[in-house]
């Protein structure tokens, strides 16, 4: 039933918000791989946060059947491959948001096609020409698909016209579908059974399969989600994965359908799903190969994959100092199911313990401050998040510093290096002098605008990173009226004349607040986060001072007053020196409370260098 040259293995990969999970609801419906009453929508996305949000911050493998009804099948080559009708199709859905791209690149690598979703309502975004040049470079079938053209504002042509212009398709392999009514999905997937090729490998050489995912369960340990390349895995086999050099046991073995269903093996070119009974989460990282233990001599590991470079830093610390074992334990396990984080214990003296963790974006960031908050119940605090910058001293040795704390005395810094990358903004023509100015606001440097078609153009930018991950984003979209979309790669450090903002709350030096930036800014960014600092620090019973400090230099300076509690108020006439004897007390008692007074500073304050 499950020949090889029946599967077909393929992923869906599209910009943010353009339908790829209720186009893969469809999919589901269609092949009968979920009954009508357990139907809902966005049904791979299995994580509430991905619900709420109405993103896919996940990949999510399944497997579906299908049969085709008379007719002939065959490859983009022409040869024919099958008299069989039935069909085992392996869907893979990925994320559409720029900070999880490494997970697209996981899909890509257990595929051999990709179905290319465009919004005909919004055309081609910055995401999409992204994805596309990932597939490419993976040498993938692309079936480029125009959805929602069920809407009244859906211009097909123009789309199709954009897809032409920008990737050189052909009328003919554009295809046109509603994710919502289900209009043409069937087409899709008779497109993928004739131009996807089925996997390759052999089922007699040694097992070789891909991690490509994995999670962690309480009772079974680690699960790893496999792309078998070469050979086949039965259950109760002793496995070895090849690059941690650890034995397992495969206990249960299986597919998803799309909830774990096991099964009596699986198969070359197949994807699925091993328990190993692991019990520590880095012996089964994703990238690494599964094989026999007995073949583990001969077989040779899988390219796997790039060892993805964190673009963001933040610091995570728990509210309290008795729940960091169990932020250590959680941070491990997460870890696990997110290949893209990378973390590493660090004491920050005015906060405690913690761990400096690298994310990929924004919103990487925030999604996994949440799943640490929801789904290990921990109260946490994070810094503001900073870059890497590489610093090269008065002595020629260098270091990489991941926050301002780091930062050596300036009078030792010969050079410092920061990070910059090619931005690429895809917008309507309007909007393109608005965009200019906030680009050039950050320091851009502008390449080159191209034409994708009449009214939408393709903007290049060379920019830091740090001034992207502030509020570029924000200002953007606001700046576009919300049509503009944005991608961004690295491209080199460069050298760049960089100075530490230092803020003082009430005279001390609060290190997680400090921010690095260009020095031609410095003095205004500083007035502007004590602003913004004075209305977020809580008033205390004594006058607490905020200022903001480059060097030795103070360059803005704000004043939070004091609470003042109305000391006389149980006073009911007699001498007006009883009044004036209890109004001195006080003030002699705030003048005390300002030298030993402890301020309390929010969460909030912390990420206001965010919302300036």
Known sequence: MSQQENIRNFCIIAHIDHGKSTLADRLLEITNTVLKRDMKSQLLDQMDLERERGITIKLQPVRMTYTMKNEEVRTQNGKDIS?????????????????????VSRSLACCE???????????IEAQTLANVYLALEHDLAIIPVINKIDLPNSDRQKTAEELKSAF???????????????EGVEDIIHAVIKRVPAPKGDSKKPV??????????????????????DGQIFPREKIYTLESKTEA?????????????????????????????????????????ITLFEGRQTAEPLPGYKHV??????????????????????????????ASLSFEPINIPSIGFGFRTGFLGLLHMDIVQERLSREYNLDLVLTAPSVAYRIVKSDGSEITIHNPAEMPDPSIIKEMYEPWMLVNILTPTDHIGPIMEIATQRRAVSKDIKYISKDRVDMSFEMPLANIILDFYDKLKSVSSGYASLNYDFVEERVGDLAKVDILVAGEKVDALSVIMHRSFAAQEGKELVAKLK????????????????????????????LRKDVTGYLYGGDVTRKMKLLNKQKKGKKRMKKIGKVDIPQEAFLAVLKK
């Open 83 to 103: 008299d069989s009708e039935f069909y085992i199709l392996n869907l893979i859905d990925t994320p559409g948001h720029v900070d999880f791209s490494y997970e």
């Open 113 to 123: 096609g990709a179905i290319l979703v465009v919004d005909s309502t919004q055309g």
């Open 168 to 182: 050189g398709f052909t009328d003919e392999e554009i295809l046109y579908a509603s994710g919502k009514t289900g």
């Open 208 to 229: 070789r399969a891909l991690i490509f995912d994995s999670i962690y369960d309480i009772h079974r340990g680690v699960v790893a989600y496999v792309r078998v390349f």
């Open 249 to 289: 046991e495969s206990l249960e073995v299986g597919y998803f359908k799309p909830k774990m269903e096991k099964s009596a093996e699986i198969k070359t070119g197949e994807v699925g799903y091993i328990v190993t009974g692991l019990r520590d989460v880095s012996k089964a990282r994703v990238g690494d190969t």
């Open 309 to 338: 470079t964190p673009m963001v830093y933040a610091t995570i610390f728990p509210v309290s100092g008795d729940d960091y074992p169990s932020l250590r334990d959680a941070m491990e396990k997460l870890r696990l199911s997110d």
């Open 535 to 562: 209305e977020l620090i809580p008033r205390h019973q004594f006058e607490i001072a905020l200022q903001a400090a480059i060097g030795g230099k103070v360059v803005a300076r704000e004043t939070i007053s004091a």
